[in-house]
């Protein structure tokens, strides 16, 4: 399973929810679920019109399990540099505590 980071890319490439609706024929309403996690299985036709309208791979579109190590080193980084309770660090903590809690429930099934 994964979280999606479509939010963050979008914002780092300065394109609005609007215009990414435009290129991608994809409602925000949809796009909106997808950024903050409340639809999590989108078909791969709307992951690679999102990817394109992006110019990136589908795989930059989020995160996995797998990447929960990677996380943890660029949290720290995170504290170093800003501090424990950062919005930075934040950000990172909540990712992983999702992927966790993701990890965890496929354990379960």
Do not use: C, W
């Amino acid at each position: 399973m994964f979280v999606f980071r479509i939010k963050e890319v979008r914002e780092k490439k300065n394109i609005t929810l609007y215009k990414l609706s435009k290129l991608t024929g994809i409602s925000r309403t949809y796009l909106t679920e997808l950024e903050n996690n409340k639809k999590t299985n989108p078909s791969l036709e709307t992951m690679y019109k999102i990817s394109l309208a992006l110019n990136v791979s589908i795989r930059s579109l989020f995160y996995s399990t797998l990447d929960i190590e990677k996380l943890k080193q660029e949290m720290y980084k995170r504290i170093d540099r800003f501090g424990l309770n950062s919005n930075e660090v934040m950000e990172i903590s909540h990712l992983i505590d999702l992927l966790i809690n993701i990890e965890m429930k496929e354990k379960k099934v």
